[in-house]
């Protein structure tokens, strides 16, 4: 199993901002693929965001331009940036990982290692 631990969950108020940290520790050679996940009640988990090795970023159409991810690959730690909040955005937060020789992080969930979820609620 491999350890992921986020943080960085909480409640904020429509607008507010939030930031999430992750150490993923344990992937080693390849592509190390490293993503957000999010499930609400009754919904299925989906991806937020996918970061490759050399930083190449994909994200959902839902939070273009209001959500930011990076990653310190040094110190194997993962942040999701996550401004202008909406009661949408009210989830459970994954943070996850896999390696993969292919060159593109793929956000289909099946793939993925997991942490075990931080919480996000914005209130209107």
């Known amino acids: 199993q491999v350890p992921l631990v986020e943080s960085g969950g909480g409640s904020v108020q429509r607008g507010g901002s939030l930031k999430l940290s992750c150490v993923a520790s344990?992937?080693?050679?390849?592509?190390?693929?490293l993503a957000w996940f999010r499930q609400s009640p009754g919904n299925e988990r989906e991806a937020v965001t996918t970061?490759?090795?050399?930083?190449?970023?994909w994200y959902a159409d839902s939070v273009k331009g209001r959500f930011t991810v990076s990653r310190d690959s040094a110190k194997n730690t993962l942040f999701l940036q996550m401004n202008n909040l909406e009661p949408e955005d009210t989830a459970m937060y994954y943070c996850?990982?896999?390696?993969?020789?292919?060159?593109?992080?793929?956000?289909?969930?099946?793939?993925?290692?997991w942490g075990q979820g931080t919480q996000v609620t914005v209130s209107s």
């Open positions: 970061i490759t090795s050399d930083g190449t970023i």
């Open positions: 344990g992937f080693t050679g390849g592509n190390v693929c």
């Open positions: 996850a990982g896999y390696s993969t020789l292919r060159s593109y992080c793929s956000p289909d969930r099946h793939h993925y290692a």
